[in-house]
């Protein structure tokens, strides 16, 4: 079934992924959260240690790099003070990806307007290397948001597909399409 309905999203122009943890995932998150929300620390450390890779991702696909490491800070802070009004502990990981998109298009609401200097232009520090790093990284965030995303999670984070399917609730097979997907749009711009 899941193939059948994979293929039949294929025609979308716009992606379309399920958010489906795995039954073990979901249990032991919602287990952390519990402790958590009575006041452990260390269980909530060990929901840091499993999502700040993703949400870094999800932030770093949205707003500048620079500003990343603040937010996935502020993300986790929020996220463990409204850690009590979180109905379901098993949609932990959802939850907590809603909270950084969000807080991504927070960012931009609040951002004041920023000139962009001429590419012509080099910075003292910048080599040859980095410079065609974020120039790529550029060429990602042109990507419809859910190859975007998923770009992020396997090119920068390192995160296999598989990791990606259950630390953000894709599907594994939508999170192979996304990547082929998303690869094949970033070649193409690539050729450009």
Do not use: C, W
């Given at each position: 079934?899941?193939?059948?309905l994979?293929?039949?999203?294929?025609?979308?122009t716009?992606?379309?992924?399920?958010?489906?943890?795995?039954?073990?995932?979901?249990?032991?998150?919602?287990?952390?959260?519990r402790e958590?929300?009575?006041?452990?620390?260390?269980?909530?450390?060990?929901?840091?240690?499993?999502?700040?890779r993703?949400?870094h991702?999800?932030?770093?696909?949205r707003?500048p790099?620079d500003?990343v490491?603040?937010?996935?800070?502020?993300?986790?802070l929020?996220?463990w003070n409204?850690l009590?009004?979180?109905?379901?502990?098993?949609?932990?990981?959802g939850w907590?990806?809603?909270?950084?998109r969000?807080?991504?298009?927070?960012?931009?609401?609040?951002?004041?307007?920023?000139?962009?200097?001429?590419?012509?232009l080099?910075?003292?520090?910048?080599t040859?290397?980095r410079a065609?790093?974020?120039?790529?990284?550029?060429i990602?965030?042109s990507l419809?948001?859910?190859?975007?995303?998923?770009?992020?999670?396997?090119?920068?984070?390192?995160?296999?597909?598989?990791?990606?399917?259950?630390?953000?609730?894709?599907?594994?097979?939508?999170?192979?399409?996304?990547?082929?997907?998303?690869?094949?749009m970033?070649?193409?711009?690539?050729?450009?």
């Open positions: 079934m899941e193939l059948e994979v293929a039949r999203l294929e025609g979308l716009t992606p379309m992924t399920l958010t489906r943890f795995s039954p073990s995932h979901a249990a032991e998150d919602a287990d952390l959260v958590a929300q009575r006041g452990d620390q260390s269980a909530f450390a060990q929901l840091y240690d499993r999502y700040a993703v949400i991702g999800v932030l770093l696909a707003v790099r500003d490491d603040d937010l996935v800070q502020d993300v986790f929020s996220a409204r009590t009004v979180l109905r379901d502990p098993a949609a932990f990981g907590l990806t809603i909270i950084a969000n807080r991504a298009t927070d960012f931009h609401r609040r951002s004041p307007e920023v000139v962009e200097l001429p590419p012509t080099e910075a003292r520090d910048t040859a290397e065609e790093a974020l120039r790529l990284l550029d990602v965030r419809p948001e859910a190859y975007r995303e998923t770009l992020v999670l396997r090119l920068v984070e390192g995160l296999s597909g598989p990791e990606i399917a259950e630390r953000t609730g894709l599907t594994a097979a939508s999170v192979r399409v996304n990547l082929h997907r998303g690869m094949k970033l070649r193409e711009k690539l050729d450009r």
